[in-house]
């Protein structure tokens, strides 16, 4: 089963800004569609974003205008450019991938990292 590393998590103020990176372990595998998804207190694992091998982009309401998802077919990574962070933001957040259409249930995922962590303070 393939691993998936992400990095760059960390603490900010509100209103900065964190770039998350992610890379499966099997990099000459084509990932249809790869995501991220964030674990906040007291909440099931939610989705972010996703987006597939042709740049096909969603987000969830609460990201879309400050973040960005992004990705490199040729390296077959992943990242995510967040910007205006708020407190509400902190969590958990993981990448995930598949090789089919993009799905923002997380139970349409099998593969995940171990996550990295995010804290935004007011």
């Known amino acids: 089963q393939v691993r998936l590393w992400e990095s760059g998590g960390g603490s900010v103020q509100a209103g900065g800004s964190l770039r998350l990176s992610c890379a499966p372990s099997?990099?000459?595998?084509?990932?249809?569609?790869m995501a991220w998804f964030r674990q906040t207190a007291g909440r099931e694992r939610e989705w972010v974003a996703f987006i597939d091998r042709d740049g096909n982009k969603n987000y969830a309401y609460f990201v879309k205008g400050r973040f960005t998802i992004s990705r490199d077919n040729g390296k077959n990574t992943l990242a995510l450019q967040m910007n205006s962070l708020k407190p509400q933001d902190t969590g958990m957040y993981y990448c995930?991938?598949?090789?089919?259409?993009?799905?923002?249930?997380?139970?349409?995922?099998?593969?995940w990292g171990q996550g990295t962590q995010v804290t935004v303070s007011s």
């Open positions: 995930t991938s598949r090789l089919t259409s993009c799905s923002a249930n997380h139970f349409d995922y099998a593969s």
């Open positions: 099997d990099s000459t595998r084509t990932h249809y569609c």
